[in-house]
């Protein structure tokens, strides 16, 4: 029985996943996002590659022509350094900016908005040389292992079914401009790229599903943490009766006290019980101070012999009154004639006073 209660068996509760959460522990694949920068990378280089491609070649176009002014005049040489960072900026520009914004909205896209300061507290064991050794060799370090050989033979034998009966045609490319070789190879390197990519992304998802299924696994509780969550979060089963006892004992108060204050108790006579307050200096109205089904209306009736208020048998009107106000409340004006006739009657019996 004790081994059952540590095995890790149940799924985690709502409260041990908040709080993996508020310390950064949350389900996320790498992979994913790596391929989905990946693909974002390709579309970029296809959109803005001429472009790209234009601005390099212009760069080492004025480089080369300008090459022994600049090397002679230091004044030159700063301008021209100044130009390459500018052209080199302007060029990266739309890949760093769209990679920047893709890499946010990948893990939020995963994640959700997530704010874990306790991620960022220094923790000993992170800088503990064991601990590093014991996340190699365990079994999570073992998967991920496999994962990247797997993406490296995968890689491999994309490209050489691709390119295994393209090899000539590349040789040839030895003895072409660079503009030639870039415009004759961009298909091919398209071909392996799109390859590579599709495999990536099956890669992908199966990495997005062992990361949650592994995330859950190991937030999986045994039968003694649950229970003594539950009772962090109910209180001890003890203190619970206490308060539950507690509880009944004041409810009890405040319907003795209610009916003690009433004129008159309507009732059903078994089903329906309300007690009903009125003093015309006070109220407008008379006011419903408590009403019950069943056992709460039998222990109505019970208050009411114990503190002689008067108990009036009318079926419809105490059906009506329970259904039409609650406790507190006013009695509905398509209702006072009825109440009138029933406090007129208890007046009769009181000789001409309420209680």
């Known amino acids: 029985m004790a081994q059952n209660e540590e095995e890790k068996t149940e799924e985690p509760t709502q409260k041990r996943l908040e709080k993996a959460r508020e310390e950064g522990n949350v389900p996320i694949s790498a992979e994913v996002s790596s391929v989905i920068l990946l693909v974002i990378t390709t579309i970029i280089f296809l959109q803005f590659g001429g472009w790209m491609y234009s601005h390099i070649q212009e760069l080492f176009e004025t480089f080369f022509r300008s090459s022994g ?3 002679a005049n ?10 390459a960072a500018w052209y080199g900026f302007t060029t990266m520009a739309p890949l760093i900016a769209g990679l920047f914004i893709m890499a946010i909205l990948v893990n939020v896209a995963q994640t959700g908005f997530v704010f874990a300061p306790k991620a960022l507290e220094p923790k000993p064991n992170r800088l503990n040389p064991i601990e590093g050794f014991k996340k190699i060799f365990s079994a999570r370090g073992v998967v991920k292992m496999i994962k990247g050989f797997s993406k490296i033979f995968i890689i491999g034998i994309i490209i050489y079914f691709t390119m295994r009966h393209k090899i000539g045609s590349i ?7 660079i ?27 199966m990495d997005a599903a062992y990361e949650r299924y592994q995330h859950r696994k190991d937030l ?14 109910e209180g001890d089963p003890e203190m619970k009766n206490r308060r539950k006892e507690k509880s009944r004992q004041m409810h009890k108060k405040r319907l003795d006290h209610a009916v003690l204050g009433s004129e008159v108790v309507v009732t059903n006579p078994t089903h329906y019980a309300v007690a009903l307050h009125y003093d015309p200096k006070q109220s407008e109205a008379p006011i419903v101070k408590a009403k019950g089904m069943r056992n709460r ?3 109505i009736k019970e208050f009411a012999k114990k503190y002689d208020v008067p108990i009036v048998e009318n079926k419809p009107v105490a059906r009506a009154l329970y259904a039409s106000a609650d406790e507190d409340e006013y009695v509905p004006p398509e209702l006072y004639k009825a109440v009138a006739e029933i406090l007129a009657y208890v007046y009769k019996l009181n000789g001409g006073v309420l209680t």
């Open 171 to 177: 040789v040839s490319f030895l003895l072409l401009p």
């Open 74 to 83: 230091q004044d030159n040489a700063l301008q021209y350094l100044k130009v």
């Open 179 to 205: 503009g030639e070789i870039m415009h004759q190879s961009g298909g091919y390197i398209l071909t392996v790229i799109t390859r590579i990519l599709a495999a990536l992304i099956v890669l992908a998802i």
């Open 220 to 233: 999986k509780m045994t039968k003694k943490e649950v229970k003594d969550e539950l009772k962090q979060m």
């Open 69 to 71: 002014q600049a090397i």
């Open 297 to 299: 209306a039998l222990k």
